[in-house]
Every structure is written in structure tokens, then in C-alpha cells.
């Protein structure tokens, strides 16, 4: 195990030499067992293991925590937008935070075990005075995505004819510019999309990964690489657009099945965490329904016939709608100089233009994707007011409005004019009480006025007539 090194006040270790390292303590070890011992401490610790990744804990992370107890090699399975990368990215906060090479090395040679040609004349020449270099974390990460043009140069390597050029011998190995994959030497090396990877690329890898040497032009290099391979992949992939050769996916030893947020909980907590930060002028208050109702628009996508599950339904789709539907009420505010911006009913008119383009219609009917996505939304809104109606509100909200003037609403009507029918209707204000609270600012009891209207109007208990921008709640019988 590494012991601790003394460090400068940047942070970087003080020993410049292959003499001071040892002096210091520190001792080489394989990625793997690197990876596993830190793994190991965080979990004592009670840490999570990827902390920017919610809604995994009770399925994704426990199979992670294997893998990466076993020392195995991983692939992650899933559609678009399951945090697949992130995960992988995430991996790297499991490596010790800075790692000795041998200065000016472009394979990251370990100064007690170099592996390149250059790396072992400098120990030749200069023994235990080698000059060292420290490499942070954060480099010893490579990605790549697995386009069709991907080459093996990209990823292995090339000969380098600048170098052929200046009187080197072509079989030499200094004449070689290395690839992405030795460039991550005792690193984390990941591929996104693998299956896209061609296949004859494919094949390449599996010289670096396993046997452990380069063949370039002819020329054949043993290269002892310690990496970890980290990959992801869409599982519709094997069939659609590529496929993994069976000799590639032998070599990993865990793959993993990531799937979408399993509640809406969890899909507001990651849109929380994801969305795009508005300014404090004005500010933004945004009720819980008004969340959930975004939250829970994907959620009854991934359920619908009419929307292509093979694609997927990404969370993006649900902070961008979010992030769409905050903006609107913004723009609202910043119109009429309320304050503060509270999104409503009003505001998921924007909902469709941010939906659109991340979800595919599963349709002969192409033309219908209007209607499913309006259909969606208004199920939403009906879903989250039937969790929090209570049976009262309806008839007593329907019975005085029966007995009144339609309700007016809509992003041209002020706020205070729509929160003042909670003050003359005693069942919405305890409605809007229950939702938002005793003494809420207008905007906030306008929206939620909007959200309990429109959730009886949804429920076939009021009637409701759009047109303009505006909305007017009614009675199913009007008066005569």
C-alpha cells in the first residue's frame, strides 16, 4: 500500500528524484489494486462510492462495488441519459489524487518499473537520480468515442514520420507516437458507444488489453500496460449499429445494467441537481407540484405505447422541461414586473417545444406528436392532483364555483386577481393552504388557484374554455 509523501504547499509531493521516492515512502502498485483500496476506505467510511449519481444506490452501486472489489473490467449497458458516463468519470476520484512517472514520459512509466524504451535508458543512464514527475488524477483518465472512423492509430498507435525522418531506424520503438490507450498507462481508459467501434479496431484492442503488445506496421512491441478499461454501450447497439466481437466482451469481467429513475423523487432530486441555476433578479420560487408535475411527465413517457422505448426517454428530457418551464414563468414576471416568478399551469404551454426533440413518436402518425405530448402533460397534472386532491376540495370548490363568475387565468392576468378567488372562495383557500401555506405571496397562491382548477377540470368536474393565452374555469352547467 502507497504511504503518505511529504508535500509542497501546492499539494504536489516534494521527491524530484527516484532516490527521494523511496526515501518517502512510496511504494507501486497495479490500477486495479489502487482502485480497490480506495474503494475500500470509502466504503468504510460510509461514503458513496459516485456521489453526483442519485437514484442507484439499491441497484447499480452494489454491482460497481463488486466489479471493482473483484478487479474486474467493466461495460455498462443502458439507453441514453442513464448517467453511464458520469459513473465512469465518476471512477476517477477512486485514484490516489498524484502518481510519480518518469519525467517526460509519454506512457506514464512507473520510476520503479518503466515499461517504454525511453523510460528504461533514463534509469539506465542516471539510476536512482532519475528526475521524476507528478501526474494528477485527472489525467490519467483517457475517453474516446467509439466513432466509424475511429482508427487504430487513434487508439494504439502509429509510426511517427517526423521521427523516421530525423534518422531513426523504423523499427525502432522511439520511432512509434503512442495512442490514447498507452497514453493512459496505470490509468483509467474509457469508450463510449463501444459497439460503433469498428470491428477490425475491435481486434486491435485485444493485443494491448490481453496479450500486452503493439503490433504497428509490422513491427511488433511487447508493452506491459496496466489499465483499466471502462466502457458503455446502448444495448439496442448489438443489433442496430454494431456489435461487440465475442473475444472483446469476454474480457470484461462485470457488465452492468443501468436503468432510468424509479420514482419521481428521485427524478426531482437529480433535476435539483442538474438544472441550470436562474439569477436571483427575480427570484424563482417553484411549488412542489409544479416539480413533480415535470418530474412525472417522463416517468409516464417511459410507460407510453406511443413513445419509442428503445430510445429511451432521457433525464434530460425532464431538466430541460423544467429548465423551460421555470424560464416561462420568468419571462412572466419580468413581463408584468411581478415578483416572484412562480411557475404555473400557464407555463407548461413551453413544455412541448423542450419535449419534442428528445423523444422519438412510435407512431404511424407522425403527425399526432402534438397531441401525445399535450396528452402527456395534461396526465401529469391530473396524476400529481389526484396524489394531493382531497375528496372535499372537489365538491366544495365545484359547488361555489357553480354559484359565481368563471375563474380568469392566463400569463397576461395578474396574479393578485387570481389569488384574490381563494380569498372569496373559503374551499380554495384551504386548498391553496394545504399546498403552499399560510401567507404565500400572491404569484404563489395564483399558481397554485391554477393547478387546483385545472386539476378539477382534468377530473371532468369543472369546464374549462382556452383561447389567446387565456384560461376560463366554469361550472359544467353555466347559470342561465
Known amino acids: ?40 476506505a470509502r466504503m468504510r467510511a460510509g461514503d458513496r462510492l459516485v456521489p453526483s449519481v442519485l437514484g442507484y444506490e439499491d441497484t447499480v452501486i452494489p454491482q460497481l462495488e463488486v466489479a471493482l472489489l473483484a478487479g474486474h473490467d467493466l461495460i ?4 441514453r441519459g442513464q448517467a453511464k458516463t458520469r459513473m465512469i468519470r465518476g471512477l476517477v476520484d477512486l485514484l490516489d489524487e498524484w502518481m510519480p512517472i518518469i519525467e517526460g514520459s509519454e506512457v506514464n512509466d512507473d520510476p520503479y518499473h518503466p515499461i517504454s524504451a525511453a523510460g528504461r535508458a533514463a534509469v539506465a543512464e542516471f539510476g536512482d537520480a532519475t528526475p521524476i514527475a507528478w501526474v494528477h488524477r485527472e489525467r490519467r483518465y483517457g475517453e474516446k468515442l467509439a466513432t466509424p ?41 474509457a469508450i463510449n458507444e463501444l459497439p ?21 506496421r509490422g513491427y511488433l512491441l511487447r508493452l506491459p500496460l496496466d489499465v483499466m478499461l471502462v466502457a458503455s454501450a446502448n444495448p439496442e447497439d448489438y443489433t442496430n449499429r454494431g456489435r ?3 473475444p472483446l466482451k469476454d474480457r470484461f469481467g462485470a457488465q452492468i445494467r443501468t436503468h432510468y429513475p424509479l420514482d419521481t423523487a428521485t427524478e426531482i432530486a437529480i433535476v435539483e441537481q442538474e438544472a441550470r441555476p436562474f439569477a436571483s433578479d427575480p427570484p ?21 405505447p406511443h413513445i419509442s422505448q428503445r430510445s429511451g426517454v432521457s433525464v434530460r ?18 413581463r408584468s414586473g411581478e415578483s416572484p416568478a412562480v411557475p404555473g399551469i400557464t407555463d407548461l404551454a413551453a413544455l412541448p417545444a423542450s419535449t419534442a426533440g428528445k423523444i422519438e413518436i412510435d407512431s404511424l402518425d407522425t403527425d399526432r406528436g402534438g397531441d401525445i405530448v399535450e396528452h402527456l402533460v395534461n396526465s401529469s397534472v391530473l396524476t400529481v392532483f389526484r396524489s394531493v ?27 393578485a386577481t387570481v389569488a384574490a378567488h381563494a380569498a372569496s372562495i373559503p374551499a380554495l383557500a384551504a386548498a391553496v393552504v394545504s399546498l403552499v401555506g399560510e401567507g404565500a405571496p400572491a404569484p404563489v397562491v395564483a399558481s397554485a388557484v391554477e393547478f387546483v382548477l385545472d386539476g378539477l377540470h382534468l377530473s371532468k368536474r369543472l369546464n374549462k374554455v382556452a383561447a389567446g393565452g387565456r384560461a376560463e374555469y366554469q361550472s359544467l352547467w353555466p347559470r342561465r
Open 149 to 189: 472512423d475511429t482508427a487504430i492509430a487513434d487508439l494504439i498507435g502509429e509510426v511517427d514520420p517526423m521521427k523516421v525522418a530525423r534518422g531513426r531506424d523504423l523499427a525502432d520503438e522511439l520511432t512509434i507516437h503512442f495512442g490514447l490507450i498507452p497514453r493512459t498507462n496505470r490509468g483509467i481508459f
Open 317 to 334: 428530457l425532464t431538466v430541460s422541461n423544467y429548465e423551460s418551464l421555470v424560464a416561462s414563468a420568468v419571462r412572466r414576471c419580468l
Open 1 to 40: 500500500m502507497t504511504t503518505t509523501t511529504v508535500t509542497g504547499g501546492s499539494g504536489v509531493p516534494r521527491a524530484r528524484t527516484i532516490r527521494e521516492l523511496r526515501e518517502s515512502g512510496w511504494a507501486s502498485r497495479p490500477i486495479k489494486e489502487e482502485i480497490r483500496e480506495n474503494a475500500v
Open 284 to 304: 424563482v420560487v417553484v411549488p412542489a407540484y409544479m416539480s413533480e408535475i415535470v418530474a412525472t411527465l417522463s416517468q409516464l413517457a417511459r410507460q407510453s
Open 389 to 415: 386532491a382531497r375528496p372535499e376540495w372537489m365538491i366544495d370548490i365545484v359547488e361555489a364555483i357553480e354559484d359565481s363568475d368563471p375563474v380568469e387565468t392566463g400569463e397576461d392576468v395578474p396574479a
Open 76 to 79: 455498462f449497458l443502458g439507453e
Open 196 to 216: 460503433d467501434l469498428a470491428e477490425r479496431i475491435q481486434v486491435g484492442m485485444l493485443n494491448v488489453l490481453e496479450e500486452r503488445d503493439i503490433q504497428i
Open 244 to 246: 461487440l466481437i465475442t
